[in-house]
């Protein structure tokens, strides 16, 4: 039986930042307002719809993982 090997942390240095997050985040909430005004979405768009908002729900939790943990 073999034993599960644990990598080291990246260095905080490259971990992204809160901002870098936030405006990540902001990029996502833009492109879903465009698609959000549309009357109709194609299959891809559907697809994109659903993609940017578990992106968007993805670095929301993170951001709130670095604020609990004291990084900006």
């Keep these: 039986m073999q034993t ?3 990598t080291e942390l ?3 240095a490259s ?4 901002q870098q997050l936030i ?6 909430a833009r492109r879903l307002d465009t698609l959000r005004a549309k009357t109709y ?15 968007k729900l993805s670095l929301k939790d993170e951001m709130e ?3 609990r ?4």
Excluded: C
């Design 41 to 55: 979405l194609t299959d891809a768009e559907q697809l994109e719809e659903v993609r940017l908002k578990k992106l």
């Design 4 to 6: 599960a090997k644990f």
């Design 65 to 67: 993982r670095l604020r």
């Design 15 to 18: 971990l992204p930042s809160i």
């Design 69 to 72: 943990l004291g990084m900006s």
């Design 23 to 28: 405006q990540e985040h902001s990029l996502y």
């Design 10 to 12: 990246p260095k905080t």
